[in-house]
């Protein structure tokens, strides 16, 4: 794992915080970070509703890169509790294939440090 992946990994892991908001809410078990093409990290943790209405960790870091004026992600990376780099679900796949240059974002897979771009894991995407 190169060192720029074993920063975003640090800062992912970092914001980690498991706790229950309210008895609907539990959030903080698994933290995000995202490089951008400007050389920022943004972070993000999962947000976990008894409903449909929760955030995954990369979704909430790539919404905070939004709010901040950026909208080029680079790499990203999502760390659970335990140390355990997830791969991204499919609504964070397709929210990230529909950023400008979404096809080519690398995604670590695992803690081995494997990475595949964005356009690797969504095969035959239409758009």
Do not use: H
Request: with cysteine; hydrophobic share 35%; aromatic share 8%.
């Amino acid at each position: 794992m190169d060192g720029i992946w074993e920063k975003l990994y640090r800062e992912a892991f970092n914001v980690i915080d498991p706790r229950e908001i309210s008895g609907s809410i539990y959030a903080g078990s698994v933290g995000a970070a995202v490089l951008t093409a400007k050389g920022n990290i943004y972070t993000g943790i999962c947000i976990d509703t008894n409903c449909s209405l929760g955030m995954c960790a990369e979704r909430n870091a790539l919404s905070s890169m939004i709010s901040c004026g950026e909208d080029e992600a680079e790499r990203v990376v999502a760390v659970y509790r335990d140390g355990e780099v997830m791969p991204p679900c499919g609504a964070c796949r397709e929210f990230m294939m529909q950023l400008k240059n979404g096809r080519n974002i690398q995604i670590m897979l695992d803690r081995s440090g494997r990475v595949k771009r964005l356009e690797e894991l969504m095969p035959e995407y239409p758009y």
